[in-house]
Structures are given as C-alpha cells and as structure tokens.
C-alpha cells in the first residue's frame, strides 16, 4: 500500500538527486558550503526539504492563484485593467515574500530542531562570519532592488489611465474639463467625474458641454458609467477626510477637504454590472454605511441613461421654476388680500404688508 | 624656612540619617530606578489588561455580520481607547520600564543620571493615562488614535474627549521626552570602566536609539496637538481649508512622529530578543556590531519614511516614490537582524525556557510581519491595501506578534531578578502556545479579510464574500490569544509569592545585572568589575573557573 513513493522521495536515489536545481549547480553549492567550516552545510535532506518546501509554496500560489478563491491571498480584480495589474504586482511580490518566508522560516525552524540542547552538545562559540553578513546583506539589497525595479516597470500602467476602447462611449469633445494633462489617457479622452464625499454618501458629478456647472446631471450613491470607456475622477471632500475605494476597479484615493485627488478605471465591455465598495477613511459613525457603487451599462445605454438624466432635470427645472412661480403669485395674492383687509382696519399692520411683499420677492429671486 | 602647613584632621560629621519612608509613601516619594521601573511595569501592564478588554469588545462586536451589541459610537470610542492605550500606555512606556530597570544594572550603574527626573517622567505617564481615561466619565474621543483632522476638529467632534486626548499627547510626551534625556545621559556616562560602546548591551544599544528617536520625534506630535488645541479653542486654523489652513499637514505632522513611533515601539524589542537568544543558545550574539549598526541604520531610515502612511493622500507623485524606496530600505537592515538572530540559534544548544520560546515565537512572527510591510510599501499595492484588515494584520504582526512577544520574552526572562523568584516554567509554555495559536488564528486571517474588501474601522459589515467565516475565526483566534495572557498574568502574580528562589544568576547569563542580587539591593553593585567584553558574566564565570582550578597557593 505504501509502496507507491511520494515524489520527492525519489530525489533519493544518486542520479535525481536534486531534483528541483539542476545536480551541478546543487552539489557545487554544497561543496562550496563545506569547504568552509565556519559556515554550517545543509545536510542532503535539508536541501530535500527546502526545495520541497519552495516547489510546494510556488505550486500552492499558482492553484490559489484561480479567480474563485483570489480574495484569500490577493487584493480583488478584474473590473479594470488597474485594478488587474495592482493584482499582478501583488501576485509577484506575494511570490517573492512566500520564497522569502519559506527560506528563512525553514532555516529557523532547522536551527530549533537541529541545535537542541542535548546531553554532550557543545555550543559553537561563534562571533560572527563577515562573508556571510556581506552576503546577506548584498542578497536583501538584490531583492529589494528586483521588487523596485518590477514596481518601477509597472507604476505607469497602474497610475495612468489607459486609453478609452475604440468601442467605448464617445466622449463628445466640449466635455473635457480642463485639468493636469498628465492624469488624462494619452489621447486626451476621458470621460471625467467629480466624486464629492460627505457624511455618509458620496455625490457624482457628471460634465457637460457648457460651462455652467449647475446644470451638469448629478447622482447620489450609484455612479453609472460607460464600459469600454476611460473613467477619470475627481474626488474631493466637502467635510472630512473620506477614501474612495471600489476593490475591483483600483486603490484608493483619499477624500481632503482642500484637495483634490484623481484615481481612474476603465470597464471592459462584457463587464457591465454593479462594482460595490465603501469609503475607507473613517470619517465618522456612520462610517461603515457610506458606501459606493458603481453600476457599468453599455456606452448606448449610457448615451440613454445621461439624456433621461438631462431631460428629467430640464424638467424638474421647468417644473421648480413653475411652482416657485406659482407660490409668488400666491403669495403676492395673499399679501394683496391682507393689505386690502389691514387698510380697512388698522393703519400700523401696514408694515406687515410690505414684509409679505418682499418676502414674495425674496421667494421669486 | 619650612613653612608649617595645617595638616588637615579628618574629622566625623555626623548627618542624621533619614528613616526610609515605608509602604505606598516609599512607591510614590522614591527616586530609585528599580523601584520606578516596576511601577512603569505594573501600570503599563495594567494598561494593556485595559486596553485588551477593549479588543476583546471590537472582536466581539465584528463576531457576526450586521452585529447590533455596540452602536457606532461606541464603537469608535473603543477603537480610539484601545489603539491609543496600546501606543502611549502599553507598548512604548513598557519599554521605558524594562529600560528604567535594567539599563543602569546592565551597565553597572548605581541609578539612572537623574533620579528625581526619573520620577518625573513615570508620573507624568500615569498622569496622561488618568487625563485620558478620565474621559470615560464624559465623553471619550472618537477620532480613531490617529485623530485625523477635520473629523477631530471642533466642528465634527466638538465634546471634550479630542482634549483628554491632546492631553495625553502631551503628557506622555513629556514623560517619554524626559525619560528619553535621561536614558542617553546615563548610557553615554554611567558605564561601567572597560565598558566601551563595543561592550553595551544589545538591549542598552537599543534603549539609546529609542531615546534618540523619541527626541527626534516627539516634539513633531507636541506641535501637532498644540496646533490642534489652538484650532479647537482659540480661534486658529491650522488646519481648516476653508481658511487657508491644511488637513494633509496635520497627517505630516502625525505621521512624522508616527512612524518613527513604531520603531520606538518595537525596537526595544530587538534587543530583549538580542539579549536573550545568546543565554538560551549557549553561544554569543551573532554579528554584534551588525545587529547594533542595523538598529541605527533603521533609526535613521524610520525617520524618513512616514509619509507611506499617506499614501493615498493627494499627494506628487515624487513624494510617493520617494517614500516607498525608503520604505523598502528598511527591510534591509530588519532582514540583517533577522538572518543574525537565527545566525545565534544557529550550532548552539538551544535551552528551550519560556524567555526563548517567546522569542523564537516573535521571530517567526515578526518576519510575517516584515514581509507584509515589504508589500505595503510598494504604493500602487498599498493604494489597495491601505485602510484595510490586511494593514490592521500587518501591525499586529509588527506590534502584538513582534513588540509584545518580545515583551513576554523580557517579562520571563528578568522576573527572577526584579522578584528573586522563578516564574513557573509550566504554565509560561502553555500560556506560550496559547498565544502563539490565538495570535495567528487572530491575525493571519485578518489579511484575508482586507484582501476580501473589509475597511478597518468598521462596526459592522453585510455579509458578503468570506467576511462571516473569517471574522469568527479571528474573533474566536482573540479570545484564545486573551486567555493565553492571562495564564502569564496569574503566573506573574502567583510566582511573586510560590516561585522557586531563583538566586542572582538563574539563567548563567552574560550581562551584568546579573552579577549582583535578586532582587539587587538598592545601590545595586558594592563593586562593579571591570568589563572585558561583550558577556562580562561569562567572563566572570569562567574566570572562577579558573582559579577554582588553580593549584592552592598555600600548599604548592
């Protein structure tokens, strides 16, 4: 029953040993560890182990790796291509880090195993071994320098917005808002909000083709937007400190009253649907009940969508202006009614007249 | 011509000698360092009792989705209770007792510099701990520890528990700024002869940068809160953007005493760590000079790393870059004492007491930890990580996994000399395991968490992804971790009367504050020996053996 080995003990056998490493380059590393005496040689199994260990680790990452379970391990993707490559950098890191873990966890572990106390054991009286420190120090500085230089290779792709997908929604050109050039895709086109945090909901602003910004569409709690189109944002704070963060579409950026702070993401077409976060900065009780959603429709969808906004505020406009209009003349009525019946009566109620009158004016402005 | 010099006659003066003051007058009127160094230990202990309770309640509350046991605003006073307990109360004056007690026996001094500013310091710690729980009585902050303005400013939280909190601020500022003083005057004065810096102590090495940088950085929060007191109740507007003022400057302010804080806090805990791997190996300090030039380097470069905390602040793109390269320094030099330490273990005869337990314990915690700050550091992965359960993991490896294991590791490895009695090795290992089992079950989920979407700060959260499942481990994981204090608690109190006698040197340690009683009397040496090394005790040691061995003089 036992008969069928595991595969890692057949890197016992003298012509698959080592396995994982090429031989040479294994048995050269051994002997060069023997040579000197002051440095403790792994012994034959402790190789095994190890590089069990690392194959096990590597393989355990790649499985977990699937989209099901990505949260475990990794920080949520797959709404926008920032969101994607974030994840990346982490997965890369995370590799490195499980590497690192193994290693050193496991030469700490073999220490307490191997240098027990016991019966006619004598401590090594070591101070110290120069080559070694020179060479563990010039080997965290080598990997702190490939994580750099890999952050470095991918910062561009995170931090700038990517170009808006030919089937994306046409962003009509009077919408641009003027701003830093250098937080715009490449080729200029974004489709640009203004994200305002306060306790507890967030405010969308979307832009238009006039200057005037007060009658550009604006939503509460649910941002609707184009897939296939670049999505910059503008996001301020009109209290205190909030965080945008929508997981699978990128970081976050933080909401400060006198500032403003620009992240972007960018749908794919396909991936219409709702993408739901919540403000990550703690800004007050009801802190865990600011959220955020952000609901993806196609860019036709979204040409409806913005126009039935358009219209709909158009005509709450007309039909604020009817009732203002509306509650003047009423007003005024009445005030004219209560003038007539003070003149019959009493000379001094005369000045309330004149109040009901400016503040009919008051209400008409 | 000889001239008649007076010869001087010594003459007897007789001083009238002070009856010692006796009971609660001796604790609060002493100025003995051993004496304050157990009052910082009790009270800060006692903090982290309070301050752990205060966990428990967060865990309890995030056990379940939608939980209703706490409103919001209670549950923001907790977080900002526990966080900020954990900091100024618990982790770093728990350092300065450890320091007050030992940094003179180690290096074979009489008392701290000053006495009496000693003194001042401890009080002015339990003032700052009475000013800020005083507040429990009205109305205790809810700015989280870290207080971010506008939510702190008297606008969003006008009642008085933002104040019990400057208040604090600026007490324990004080006390720890004094403290600090009198730390680096006694280490660079009080040495014992032979004593070179080459010769101090890892854990005094330690001690002295946490000073250095407690003076660095201190006078950052002092400002920091002044500014915020002027804005709370004299009119100014530091930080009102309305009126020209900046909320991004308080988080500089902050952050810049912030981050050195950490080091502050865990620091001295590489040297309990560094003092206490060589004793249970059997074997000296790997790489002395590389694990204490790592603790200034890491001084140097935590000076300049705060802004990490910011980074998703509106701030350039420059100032993001440079913080993450500096970030990323300094797991270079953490990397250095990690490989040393195991560099120690490594060929010894490792004794596994509870003090080696507890630190091998923090080394494999730490370095979880490590690398998890390694990944924050890299902005563009902390623009999602940040403000999350995996940064909520990650400090809590640093800190709880890290500082507070190497806390434990102190308390186990010098209570037979504060006591004169063994705390009993049983109940340390089982309390050992249980924290070591609670810790993990605790945290290590916590990173999932983040990574599933949870914010910190929370009360309460829908019941979405894995959120449901990894909450109720964490929160089960805290309250095995709490029980596995508290055996270490009752083990502390019952040794101080059942432990066996542990005489001056239970552990055949290297350092000097074993070369004289347990507990040491009050002057602490009748003659300090001359220090040849690095393990003056083992010198000693060997140096009896020596002459135990030497033929008898009289009969040669």
Redesign the interface.
């Known amino acids: 029953m036992f008969d069928a080995k595991p595969p890692f003990q057949r890197a016992s056998g003298p012509t698959t040993r080592g396995w994982f490493l090429p031989v040479q380059s294994v048995t050269r590393i051994r002997q060069a560890l023997r040579r000197s005496n002051r440095i403790?040689h792994l012994t034959r199994a402790s190789w095994r182990t190890l590089t069990s260990a690392i194959a096990l680790a590597i393989g355990l990452t790649l499985v977990t790796a699937g989209p099901a379970s990505a949260?475990?391990?990794?920080?949520?993707h797959g709404g926008s291509p920032n969101?994607d490559?974030?994840h990346t950098?982490?997965a890369v890191?995370?590799g490195v880090?499980v590497v690192?873990?193994i290693a050193?966890?496991g030469?700490?572990v073999y220490?307490?195993v191997k240098?027990?106390?016991?019966p006619g054991?004598?401590?090594?009286?070591?101070?110290?071994?120069t080559r070694?420190?020179i060479g563990?120090?010039a080997g965290?500085?080598g990997i702190?320098l490939v994580?750099?230089i890999v952050?470095f290779l991918?910062?561009p792709g995170?931090?700038n917005p990517d170009n808006s997908d030919a089937d994306g929604w046409a962003i009509p050109a009077g919408y641009q808002t003027a701003k830093d050039k250098e937080l715009l895709p490449k080729d200029g086109k974004s489709l640009n909000i203004d994200v305002n945090g306060q306790q507890y909901a967030w405010r969308f602003t979307y832009p238009d083709a006039d200057q005037d910004r007060q009658n550009n569409v604006q939503a509460y709690e649910e941002m609707v937007v184009p897939t296939g189109t670049t999505v910059t944002l503008d996001i301020r704070s009109s209290?205190?400190?909030h965080?945008w963060?929508i997981?699978k579409l990128?970081?976050?950026?933080?909401a400060?009253?006198?500032?403003?702070?620009?992240t972007w993401f960018k749908i794919p077409r396909g991936k219409e649907g709702t993408y739901v976060?919540?403000?990550?900065?703690?800004?007050?009780?009801?802190?865990?009940n600011m959220t955020a959603r952000v609901r993806a429709v196609t860019p036709d969808e979204f040409t409806q969508w913005l126009a039935g906004q358009k219209q709909s505020l158009a005509q709450a406009g007309v039909a604020a202006q009817q009732f203002r209009d509306q509650q003047a003349k009423n007003d005024a009525a009445a005030a004219a009614a209560q003038a007539a019946e003070n003149e019959t009566t009493t000379p001094e109620a005369s000045t309330s007249s004149t109040d009901a009158e400016s503040a009919a004016g008051a209400a008409q402005r | 011509m000889a001239t008649v010099t007076a010869t001087p006659i010594p003459q007897v003066v007789a001083h009238s000698v002070e009856k010692p003051m006796k009971g609660w007058v001796d604790w609060v009127t002493t100025t003995d360092h051993k004496k304050i160094g157990i009052m910082y230990l009790v009270l800060t202990f006692a903090f982290f009792g309070v301050g752990g309770v205060e966990a428990l309640l967060i865990r309890l509350q995030l056990a379940v989705p939608d939980n209703t046991l706490l409103d919001f605003k209670t549950y923001n006073q907790l977080i900002t209770m526990h966080g900020t307990t954990m900091v100024f109360l618990f982790v770093v004056p728990v350092m300065a007792g450890f320091g007050n007690y030992f940094v003179p026996l180690m290096i074979g001094a009489r008392d701290m510099a000053f006495p009496k500013l000693n003194a001042l310091s401890f009080w002015m710690l339990a003032a700052g701990g009475l000013v800020f729980y005083a507040s429990v009585f009205f109305n205790p902050p809810e700015c989280g520890w870290t207080c971010y303005v506008p939510l702190a400013s008297k606008d969003y939280l006008p009642n008085g528990g933002v104040d019990a909190w400057i208040f604090l601020v600026h007490l324990t500022g004080i006390g720890s700024l004094v403290g600090s003083v009198n730390f680096y005057v006694t280490i660079a004065n009080l040495r014992a002869p032979g004593m070179t810096w080459s010769r101090l102590p890892l854990f005094a090495w330690t001690i002295l940068t946490y000073s250095v940088l407690l003076i660095l950085a201190l006078p950052a929060i002092a400002a920091a809160v002044t500014l915020l007191l002027t804005d709370r109740h004299f009119g100014t507007n530091f930080y009102d953007p309305a009126e020209g003022g900046s909320p991004l400057l308080w988080q500089h302010l902050f952050w810049f005493f912030g981050h050195p804080e950490v080091y502050i806090m865990v620091l001295p805990g590489f040297g309990i760590i560094s003092e206490v791997l060589p004793v249970f190996a059997r074997k000296p300090i790997f790489g002395y000079k590389a694990i204490a030039a790592s603790t200034l380097t890491i001084a140097f470069l935590g000076l300049m790393v705060w802004a990490h905390h910011m980074f998703t602040t509106p701030s350039p793109s420059v100032v993001l870059v440079f913080f993450m390269v500096s970030s990323m320094l300094i797991s270079i030099p953490t990397g250095i004492k990690i490989f040393s330490w195991i560099g120690t273990l490594w060929r010894g005869t490792i004794i596994f007491a509870t003090p080696l337990l507890f630190a091998v314990g923090f080394l494999g915690t730490f370095l979880i930890g490590g690398i998890t700050g390694v990944i924050l550091a890299l902005y563009p992965v902390d623009w999602q990580l940040h403000d999350t359960y995996f940064v909520v993991a990650h400090f809590h490896y640093v800190l709880m996994g890290g500082a507070v294991f190497a806390v434990f590791s102190g308390l186990y490895y010098w209570y037979p000399k504060m006591t004169g009695r063994m705390m009993d090795e049983k109940l340390g290992k089982i309390s050992f395991w249980t924290m070591l089992i609670g810790f993990h079950t605790t945290f290590l989920v916590q990173h999932s968490i983040g990574l599933d979407g949870m914010p910190r700060r929370i009360p309460e959260y829908a019941d979405v992804g894995n959120l449901a499942i990894y909450n109720l481990i964490s929160t089960i994981g805290a309250f095995i971790l709490g029980i596995g204090i508290l055996l270490t608690a009752i083990n502390a109190l019952r040794s101080l009367k059942h432990g066996a006698v542990s005489g001056p040197d239970p552990w055949k340690a290297n350092t000097l504050e074993w070369f004289t009683q347990s507990p040491p009397p009050q002057n602490n040496f009748d003659a300090v020996p001359r220090v040849r090394s690095v393990e003056p005790m083992k010198d000693i040691r060997a140096e009896i053996e020596r002459r135990n061995n030497e033929p008898d003089p009289v009969s040669a």
């Open positions: 403790p949260s475990f391990w990794a920080p949520q969101a490559r974030i950098l982490y890191v995370f880090g690192i873990f050193v966890f030469a700490l220490a307490i240098f027990r106390a016991r054991a004598v401590a090594e009286q070591l101070h110290g071994n070694l420190e563990w120090t965290a500085a702190v994580l750099g952050t991918m910062l995170i931090r209290d205190v400190g965080a963060w997981p990128g970081g976050k950026a933080d400060l009253p006198g500032y403003t702070n620009h976060g919540q403000c990550a900065e703690l800004c007050g009780r009801n802190h865990a």
